[in-house]
Protein backbone atom coordinates (compact mmCIF):
# COMPACT_ATOMS: atom_id res chain seq x y z
CA UNK A 1 0.00 0.00 0.00
CA UNK A 2 1.36 3.24 -1.24
CA UNK A 3 0.81 6.68 1.38
CA UNK A 4 1.87 10.00 1.73
CA UNK A 5 1.90 10.85 5.83
CA UNK A 6 2.25 14.88 6.63
CA UNK A 7 3.66 15.72 9.94
CA UNK A 8 4.69 18.90 11.50
CA UNK A 9 2.35 21.09 11.45
CA UNK A 10 1.26 22.92 14.80
CA UNK A 11 0.25 26.28 16.28
CA UNK A 12 2.80 29.15 16.11
CA UNK A 13 2.74 32.91 16.30
CA UNK A 14 3.10 34.94 13.13
CA UNK A 15 6.60 35.84 12.03
CA UNK A 16 7.42 32.23 13.14
CA UNK A 17 8.85 29.40 11.56
CA UNK A 18 7.08 25.48 11.03
CA UNK A 19 8.99 22.84 8.70
CA UNK A 20 6.39 20.43 7.38
CA UNK A 21 7.48 17.17 5.92
CA UNK A 22 5.76 14.45 3.80
CA UNK A 23 6.80 10.88 3.91
CA UNK A 24 6.12 8.03 1.95
CA UNK A 25 5.86 4.51 1.76
CA UNK A 26 5.80 2.07 -1.36
CA UNK A 27 8.13 2.04 -4.36
CA UNK A 28 4.91 3.61 -6.41
CA UNK A 29 5.78 7.47 -5.04
CA UNK A 30 10.49 6.85 -5.43
CA UNK A 31 10.56 8.62 -8.61
CA UNK A 32 6.92 11.12 -8.56
CA UNK A 33 7.27 14.63 -8.10
CA UNK A 34 5.73 16.21 -4.83
CA UNK A 35 3.73 19.33 -4.65
CA UNK A 36 1.91 21.00 -1.13
CA UNK A 37 -1.11 22.47 -0.76
CA UNK A 38 -3.44 23.83 1.62
CA UNK A 39 -6.87 24.66 2.30
CA UNK A 40 -7.97 27.54 4.66
CA UNK A 41 -11.41 27.38 6.28
CA UNK A 42 -14.14 27.80 4.27
CA UNK A 43 -12.04 28.19 1.25
CA UNK A 44 -10.58 26.06 -1.82
CA UNK A 45 -7.77 24.03 -1.63
CA UNK A 46 -5.15 25.49 -3.16
CA UNK A 47 -1.23 25.22 -4.48
CA UNK A 48 1.71 26.40 -2.41
CA UNK A 49 4.92 24.56 -4.02
CA UNK A 50 6.03 21.50 -5.73
CA UNK A 51 8.85 19.97 -6.68
CA UNK A 52 10.31 18.10 -9.21
CA UNK A 53 11.37 13.87 -8.60
CA UNK A 54 15.12 15.35 -9.15
CA UNK A 55 14.93 18.52 -6.99
CA UNK A 56 15.99 20.56 -9.65
CA UNK A 57 12.61 21.82 -10.40
CA UNK A 58 10.45 24.01 -7.97
CA UNK A 59 7.31 25.83 -8.43
CA UNK A 60 6.11 28.41 -5.58
CA UNK A 61 2.74 30.27 -5.53
CA UNK A 62 3.27 33.99 -5.34
CA UNK A 63 1.75 34.12 -1.91
CA UNK A 64 4.77 32.57 -0.53
CA UNK A 65 7.68 32.96 -2.87
CA UNK A 66 10.46 33.95 -0.55
CA UNK A 67 9.04 32.86 2.60
CA UNK A 68 8.37 29.10 1.74
CA UNK A 69 10.99 26.47 0.39
CA UNK A 70 10.79 23.26 -0.72
CA UNK A 71 13.14 20.19 -0.63
CA UNK A 72 13.07 16.35 -1.52
CA UNK A 73 15.44 13.53 0.24
CA UNK A 74 14.80 10.85 -2.38
CA UNK A 75 17.19 8.65 -0.24
CA UNK A 76 14.35 8.63 2.93
CA UNK A 77 11.41 9.78 0.13
CA UNK A 78 10.25 12.47 2.12
CA UNK A 79 9.89 15.87 0.67
CA UNK A 80 9.71 19.58 3.00
CA UNK A 81 8.43 22.45 3.39
CA UNK A 82 10.29 24.96 5.23
CA UNK A 83 7.80 27.82 6.59
CA UNK A 84 9.46 30.97 7.61
CA UNK A 85 7.64 34.02 8.25
CA UNK A 86 4.71 32.80 8.61
CA UNK A 87 1.43 34.73 8.05
CA UNK A 88 -2.25 34.44 10.07
CA UNK A 89 -3.11 34.20 6.08
CA UNK A 90 -1.06 31.46 6.26
CA UNK A 91 -3.51 29.49 8.85
CA UNK A 92 -5.44 25.73 7.11
CA UNK A 93 -4.62 22.22 6.43
CA UNK A 94 -1.44 21.19 4.50
CA UNK A 95 -1.67 18.38 2.06
CA UNK A 96 1.38 16.58 0.68
CA UNK A 97 0.52 15.02 -2.85
CA UNK A 98 2.59 13.02 -5.71
CA UNK A 99 2.56 13.37 -9.41
CA UNK A 100 5.14 12.72 -11.88
CA UNK A 101 5.79 16.11 -12.57
CA UNK A 102 5.44 19.48 -10.14
CA UNK A 103 1.94 20.73 -11.50
CA UNK A 104 0.39 23.19 -10.08
CA UNK A 105 -2.97 21.90 -10.92
CA UNK A 106 -4.86 20.60 -8.60
CA UNK A 107 -6.47 17.83 -10.29
CA UNK A 108 -3.41 16.43 -11.90
CA UNK A 109 -2.71 15.00 -8.19
CA UNK A 110 -4.39 11.50 -7.71
CA UNK A 111 -1.90 10.57 -4.62
CA UNK A 112 -2.96 12.75 -1.22
CA UNK A 113 -2.04 12.43 2.18
CA UNK A 114 -4.36 12.96 5.02
CA UNK A 115 -3.24 17.05 5.77
CA UNK A 116 -1.31 18.50 8.94
CA UNK A 117 -2.99 21.43 10.53
CA UNK A 118 -1.10 24.82 10.50
CA UNK A 119 -2.36 27.49 12.57
CA UNK A 120 -0.90 31.40 13.00
CA UNK A 121 -1.57 33.28 15.43
CA UNK A 122 -1.21 37.23 15.94
Known amino acids: QEDLVESGGGLVQAGGSLTLSCAASGRTFYNYARGWFRQAPGKAREFVAAISWSGVVTHYADSVKGRFTISKDNAKNTATLQMNSLKTDDTGVYFC???????????????WGQGTQVTVSS
Open 97 to 111: AAHLWPSRVIGDYVH
